[in-house]
């Protein structure tokens, strides 16, 4: 049934007792027993306050959207034979919302098991979306100008999954194991999508830009139609022998999207940037009608085979090795898409991964414990190399170095118990990127720089103690070094494609006859993932239990990133805190309480190319307590509160050299505003015996939220499109939700 899975814990307040006391009077049966897991039949109906903008957030997922009633319909069966070993169980939950699921399971101990699934799930887009849209959702949408905004249709996203799970077991004597494991899930709807061009002579010759009679920018909002369905395949043969054991396999995954691309009917007139009406520029609405492909079909095939082998009781070895094939082949045609380079009906993609990791774990000494492993990863790209870019009149191929062609990493770690309840553990650990020779006839545009090679080195501290039986702590430090091994590597300016070495000082000579070799530029900004770093982090740990009834728990870790490239702009340096205690107390054998608090603190420090600095912190704080516990024989109760508060601020301030312009504009708005979410959210639940085979369960749940986000709305004020479609969302949102189920339990 619904309510068991979310909706847990509920208190003993008025409302609850007072509905609950209603029904019969008590009988000497525990509530634990009449409540237990077993056959069961549930039957409720649940009631959600406020329309489908207060639900917006609280409906994302669980079905409590779009109705004001739900059906809160459930059952379960198990058949168990102790004597053949024979176990059946069939399971239906939330079968009167949009996330329903059905389940059952067969299985004869030592020798087969059975289990299939079907799942349905929706999600609802969050947000308020006002449009004059035809055909939203569809591979040919039509936009439509709206008059004035909000006065079109409001438009509600949703993304459908029905999912199939199978999986077989078998065992063929005491070491030999098969199993077969089969998903489908089939995806429809559609998601939150766009499209967006700004005209600029170099880009788009002949797509003139904005004017005092024409604009030259459109941003529009264009759903992605979804219609696609992913299989996954897992074949896998478990060897037990003892000492070794052993696993080999074949994974294979396929996607399927009946959609190839949208193609959008774009009107000759559209909002300029200050919302008037004006005709587009030259060559802007033919771009805007341009097709843009979706995911194409694809599919991987694996094969691998993993397994350990003890050579004595203190002494295993590990290992696995994964051969991946992947590939793209569906024609540019069958997607409706064309303009392909000479001799290319479609991409060829074709992707072929190994993976090999070795390990070890070793007990030498009675106090000593080694373990280790070292990982390799070779990534082959085989896709063709063909012309499918073009900037005005400049042409450039794809690359087909991968996103990582080789990866090596490797970690060896030990601990030691010493006198006092001590033990100090440590560890060295290494890791090289290599990602591969550019490919010399594709363009590395809006980059200012890469790297071939990269190396991180580390290590790690930890000293454990314990200090009584009922209290023990730890504290650990890990410390890294990434850099470069290889020169930086500038990009060619178009026409010139490809990269070429450059110099980390600026040189008035050139280098390989090519001017410009300097790669510092201070308010350049470079990839993060190719520049300098040095990381380091904090971690404490202490458990205490001075009682049986008592435990509490205390996490707290402090980490730093700072990164170094050869310029002062970009990402310079992150940081994290994050402060956790949790604790539990048995007030009684009846009742339980638990409860938590924690802040987590990030930041982000960084400039940016256009003249203006930045540092970003996002600040979390969440409370939770629950509570749990028996009134009587007959009924049982709990509450569950939890509050969250999300503060993302952003603090700007303009560069020493920043423009004129830049610098007005930075005092006028006084940068971007604040990021706030805040949930208030509280679960009451309540059990009652009404007999041996009956019980009634009551959920109520208040769910409350704020939240002020400006990429899409910012103080009930939407987000414009250049058609006057609007996004939107509630800024305050607060729900209260009761059900009630009757379960019904039988032999």
Not at 108 to 115: T, V
Not at 393 to 417: H, I, Q, R, V
Not at 571 to 593: I, K, V, Y
């Amino acid at each position: 049934m619904t309510t068991s899975k979310e909706f847990c814990v509920f208190s003993r307040t008025a409302i609850a007792l007072a509905v609950l006391a209603a029904f019969a009077p008590a009988r000497a049966q525990d509530i634990g027993q009449l409540t237990a897991p077993g056959n069961s039949v549930s039957v409720g109906v649940g009631v959600a306050s406020g329309d489908e903008q207060d639900r917006a957030r609280f409906g994302m997922f669980n079905g409590l959207r779009k109705n004001d009633y739900h059906g809160l319909v459930g059952f379960s069966y198990l058949d168990r034979d102790a004597a053949s070993g024979k176990w059946v169980t069939l399971e239906g939950r939330n079968l009167g919302l949009d996330n329903r699921e059905v389940s059952f399971s067969y299985r004869k101990l030592g020798d087969l098991k059975l289990w299939g699934e079907y799942s349905e799930l929706v999600r609802h887009d969050p947000r308020t979306i006002n449009t004059g849209l035809i055909g939203a959702g569809t591979t040919t949408p039509t936009v439509v100008l709206l008059a004035t905004p909000g006065s079109g249709s409001d438009l509600n996203l949703e993304l459908k999954r029905k999912g199939i799970g199978l999986n077989v077991e078998k065992w063929f004597g005491g070491a030999l194991q098969l199993e077969v494991n089969f998903k489908n899930e089939d995806k429809t709807g559609a998601r939150f999508f766009g499209k967006g061009f700004t005209c600029t002579s170099g880009t788009a010759p002949g797509c003139l830009g904005g004017s005092a009679t024409a604009t030259g920018w459109a941003l529009l909002m264009l759903p992605e139609p979804v219609n696609s369905t992913i299989r996954q395949m897992d074949l896998k043969l478990n060897y037990n022998g003892g000492n070794l054991k052993l696993s080999g396999g074949y994974y294979g995954s396929f996607y399927t999207n009946s959609n190839g691309n949208i193609t959008p009917r774009v009107p000759g007139t559209l909002l300029n940037p200050l919302g008037t009406p004006l005709p587009l520029s030259t060559g802007l609405q033919s771009i805007l009608n341009l097709p843009m492909a979706l995911w194409p079909d694809n599919e991987a095939h694996q094969i691998y085979v993993s397994g350990n082998y003890a050579f004595s009781p203190k002494t295993k070895v590990n290992f696995k090795y994964a051969y991946t094939h992947a590939r793209q082949t569906e024609d540019f045609a069958s997607m409706g898409l064309t303009g392909a380079p000479a001799g290319r009906s479609n991409l060829g993609g074709e992707l072929n991964t190994s993976r090999l990791h070795l390990g070890f774990s070793s007990h030498p000494l009675d106090k000593l414990h080694l373990h280790g492993d070292v990982k390799y990863e070779h990534r082959d790209n085989k896709t063709p190399i063909a012309t499918y870019n073009i900037e005005g009149t400049n042409t450039f191929t794809n690359t087909n170095t991968g996103p990582l062609p080789t990866k090596w990493d490797g970690k060896l770690e030990a601990s030691y118990k010493l006198p006092a309840n001590y033990s100090v553990g440590a560890g060295v650990f290494y890791e090289s990127e290599d990602y591969g020779t550019f490919t010399p006839t594709a363009s590395v545009a809006g980059l200012s720089g890469i790297r071939q090679k990269l190396e991180e080195t580390g290590y790690r501290v930890e000293l454990r103690k314990s200090m009584s039986e009922t209290l023990t702590g730890a504290v650990s430090y890990v410390s890294s070094r990434r850099e470069g091994k290889s020169p930086w590597l500038k990009p060619r300016s178009l026409p010139l494609t490809g990269v070429f070495e450059a110099s980390p000082e600026c040189q008035s000579a050139t280098v390989g006859g090519v001017p410009n070799a300097c790669i510092y530029n201070r308010t350049a900004i470079f990839p993060f993932i190719f520049e300098d770093r040095e990381r380091d982090k904090f971690r404490l740990m202490a458990n205490w239990q001075p009682t049986d009834r008592l435990n509490l728990q205390l996490f707290f870790e402090d980490g730093k990133d700072v990164l170094h490239g050869p310029t002062e702009h970009g990402l310079r340096d992150t940081g994290m805190e994050m402060l956790g205690l949790d604790a539990t107390f048995a007030l009684s054998d009846a009742w339980r309480l638990s409860g938590y608090v924690s802040r987590g603190k990030q930041t982000l420090n960084a400039g940016h190319s256009t003249g203006y600095d930045a540092t970003i912190t996002d600040t979390n704080d969440s409370v939770g307590l629950g509570l749990v516990g028996k009134v009587s024989g007959r009924m049982r109760v709990g509450a569950d509160l939890i509050y969250i508060n999300d503060v993302l601020k952003y603090y700007q301030v303009q560069d020493p050299l920043a423009s004129a312009t830049n610098a007005a504009f930075l005092a006028a708005s006084g940068g971007l505003p604040d990021v706030t979410y805040r949930l208030t959210q509280l679960k009451l639940f309540g059990e009652y015996a009404l007999d041996k085979t009956s019980y009634l369960r009551v959920d109520l749940t208040h769910h409350k939220t704020r939240f002020n986000e400006w990429t899409y709305n910012f103080n009930g004020n939407p987000f414009f499109y250049g058609d006057n479609t609007t996004l939107n969302a509630k800024e305050n949102q607060s729900v209260t939700f009761v059900g009630a189920s009757y379960v019904y339990r039988f032999k």
